[in-house]
C-alpha cells in the first residue's frame, strides 16, 4: 500500500526565517510525486509534480526535490501570505490514484 | 488554465433530502474526474473515480447507492449524496485530470451541513 508521512506536521516561521518540509513515501513505482497548497475552506492548488530522483522544482519562494523516498519543500524568506496546509500526494505507476499525506501546516508570522 | 469549478460552494439540507454537487473543468476536457472527502485537520480521504461515458469506481467503504456520481460529458461530472444524514456533512472536493497529464487539479470545494 501507497504510504505518505510528512513531518513536521505544523510549523511556525518568523517572516523570513527559511525552513524545510518532508515528505517520505514507499510506493510501489512512482509515477509521480505532487505538491499542493491548500488554504482553510478551499480546494488544494497545484505547485509542483516531480517524476524521478534528483529533479528539483521552483516557484517564487518555494523549490521543490525528490528522491529515492522522500521529498522536501523549501520554503525561502517566507512571508505571511505562504501560511497554509501544504500536502504531499504519490501516485503509483498504473495507478489513476494519489495517495495524500496528512499536510504541513505553515504559519508564517510578520 | 486549468480551472476546476463546483457548485454549490456551501448548501445545508434537512436529514433524508438528497444534494447535488457539480464539478466542471473550465478549460479543458478531463476523461477522468475524481470527488474527495475532507474532515477537519484532516487530509483528503479519495471517495471514487469517474471515466467520463462509464461507470464510477468507488473506493472500499463508499456507499455506492448513497453518493451517485454521474461523469455525462468531459467537462461535467456531478455527486449526488442521497437521504442524507448529519454524519455525511464534510467538504467535498473535487478534481479533474486533463488526460495527457498526471496532475489532478481541484476545485475549490462544498461545504455541505446536514441538519
Known amino acids: 500500500e501507497d504510504q505518505v508521512t510528512q513531518s513536521p506536521e505544523a510549523l511556525r516561521l518568523q517572516e523570513g526565517e527559511s525552513s524545510s518540509l518532508n515528505c517520505s513515501y514507499t510506493v510501489s513505482g512512482l509515477r509521480g510525486l505532487f505538491w499542493y497548497r491548500q488554504d482553510p475552506g478551499k480546494g488544494p492548488e497545484f505547485l509542483f509534480t516531480?517524476?524521478?530522483a534528483g529533479e528539483e522544482k521552483e516557484k517564487e519562494r518555494l523549490k521543490a526535490t525528490l528522491t529515492k523516498k522522500e521529498s522536501f519543500l523549501h520554503i525561502t524568506a517566507p512571508k505571511p501570505e505562504d501560511s497554509a496546509t501544504y500536502l504531499c500526494?504519490?501516485?503509483?505507476?498504473?495507478?489513476?490514484?494519489?495517495?495524500f499525506g496528512k499536510g504541513n501546516q505553515v504559519v508564517v508570522i510578520p | 488554465g486549468a480551472v476546476v469549478s463546483q457548485h454549490p460552494s456551501r448548501v445545508i439540507c434537512k436529514s433524508g433530502t438528497s444534494v447535488k454537487i457539480e464539478c466542471r473543468s473550465l478549460?479543458?476536457?478531463?476523461?477522468?474526474m475524481f470527488w474527495y472527502r475532507q474532515f477537519p485537520k484532516q487530509s483528503l480521504m479519495l471517495m471514487a473515480t469517474s471515466n467520463e461515458g462509464s461507470k464510477a469506481t468507488y473506493e472500499q467503504g463508499v456507499e455506492k447507492d448513497k453518493f451517485l456520481i454521474n461523469h455525462a460529458s468531459l467537462t461535467l461530472s456531478t455527486l449526488t449524496v442521497t437521504s442524507a444524514h448529519p454524519e455525511d456533512s464534510s467538504f467535498y472536493i473535487c478534481s479533474a485530470r486533463v488526460t495527457s497529464e498526471y496532475e489532478q487539479y481541484f476545485g475549490p470545494g462544498t461545504r455541505l451541513t446536514v441538519t
Open positions: 500526494a504519490v501516485q503509483a505507476s498504473g495507478n489513476n490514484r494519489l495517495a
Open positions: 516531480l517524476y524521478s
Open positions: 478549460d479543458f476536457q478531463a476523461t477522468t
